[in-house]
C-alpha cells in the first residue's frame, strides 16, 4: 500500500509540474497573439496620428488582459498610447513581491500598408497562480481519496485475516466438541440403564438406544411426548400423575428420587428405582 501511495503522490506532482509549464506557456502564447492582434487595430490610429480612436480600446483591453501597463510607440521610441491599470490590491502585490504572479514583457510590431510604424508593448501579470491553487487542491483530494481507499484496503484485508482465523479457531472448536459429543453419545446410547434428557414441561427430548431396547419400545414412541404419557407407566392406574408431579418438583430446581412399582405390559410386577435432577 505504502509502494501505490509513493507512486499515486510521484504521479500527481509531476502530473502538476507538467500542468504549469503547459498552462504558462499556453498563457503566454495567447497574451503574445493578443498583442499582435492590438498592433494591427490600433495601426490605422497610428498612421493618422489620432490616439483618441484606439485609447478607450486599450483601456478595455488592459482590464480585460491583466494588463500592468500597455503602451503605442512610434518608430523613434515615443509613446503615442499610454494605459496604465490601478494598482493591484494587497494580496496580488505581495504575490508579485514573492515573484508568484510573474511580470510578462510582450510587443508586436505595428505595420500599416506595409510600412513598419512602431510597436505595441504590454506589462502582462501572469496570474496563473490561481489555477495552479486549483489545480493543487484537487490534487490534494484526489490524494487524499486515494490514501483512504488505500486505509480501506488495509482495513479489509485485516478484518479478513481476523475472520479467517476466527473461522479457522471455531472450525477446530467445533471439531472438538463434535468429537466430545460423539464420544458421550457413546456412553448416553450404550449405557444398560435408561437415560433420558426432559424439558421443564416434561416432554421427553432424547432417550438412549440401550434403554429403549430394555423396555421394548422405539423412540418414535416417546420422543416428543410427556414423559408421563409413555407407554411404560400406562399399565398403573395413577403412576402418571405421580410421574407428572415428580417432573413438576424437578423443574423447581429439586432432585426427585423414587422406587416405583407398575406392571409391565405382559403383567408381571416391575420395580424401578429412578431419578429426576434439575
Not at 502538476?16 to 490600433?42: G, K, M, P, S, W
Not at 418438583?249 to 405382559?266: F, M, N, P, Y
Request: charged residues 25%; aromatic residues 10%; proline residues 3%.
Amino acid at each position: 500500500m505504502k509502494l501505490i501511495l509513493s507512486k499515486t503522490l510521484l504521479v500527481l506532482v509531476v502530473a502538476f509540474c507538467l500542468f504549469v509549464f503547459t498552462y504558462h506557456t499556453h498563457q503566454v502564447r495567447q497574451i503574445q497573439t493578443a498583442v499582435n492582434e492590438h498592433a494591427v487595430i490600433v495601426a490605422e490610429s497610428v498612421w493618422h496620428l489620432n490616439p483618441r480612436g484606439s485609447e478607450e480600446y486599450l483601456r478595455a483591453v488592459a482590464a480585460n488582459n491583466n494588463y500592468e501597463y500597455i503602451v503605442v510607440q512610434d518608430i523613434d521610441g515615443q509613446k503615442f498610447i499610454e494605459v496604465k491599470q490601478p494598482d493591484v490590491n494587497l494580496l496580488e502585490r505581495e504575490l508579485i513581491k514573492l515573484k508568484l504572479i510573474q511580470r510578462v514583457k510582450v510587443s508586436a510590431d505595428i505595420f500599416y500598408n506595409g510600412e513598419l510604424l512602431g510597436k505595441v508593448e504590454a506589462l502582462w501579470l501572469d496570474k496563473s497562480i490561481y489555477a495552479y491553487a486549483y489545480a493543487f487542491l484537487v490534487g490534494l483530494l484526489f490524494f487524499a481519496v486515494v490514501q483512504l481507499y488505500s486505509r480501506v484496503l488495509r482495513a479489509k484485508a485485516t478484518l479478513e485475516q481476523k475472520v479467517a482465523e476466527r473461522t479457522r479457531d471455531l472450525t477446530e472448536k467445533t471439531d472438538e466438541l463434535q468429537k466430545s459429543e460423539q464420544k458421550i453419545r457413546v456412553v448416553f446410547n450404550q449405557t444398560l440403564q435408561f437415560i433420558g434428557l426432559l424439558n421443564t414441561d416434561g416432554i421427553l427430548l432424547e432417550a438412549n438406544e440401550a434403554g429403549l431396547r430394555a423396555w421394548g419400545v422405539d423412540a418414535s414412541d416417546v420422543i416428543g411426548r410427556f414423559f408421563w404419557d409413555a407407554p411404560w407407566f400406562n399399565n398403573t392406574p395413577g403412576l402418571p400423575q405421580k410421574i407428572q408431579q415428580y417432573v413438576k418438583t424437578a423443574s423447581l430446581g429439586r432432585i426427585v428420587r423414587q422406587e416405583i412399582k407398575h406392571s409391565a405390559s405382559d403383567g408381571k410386577p416391575l420395580y424401578v428405582d429412578f431419578s429426576i435432577k434439575p
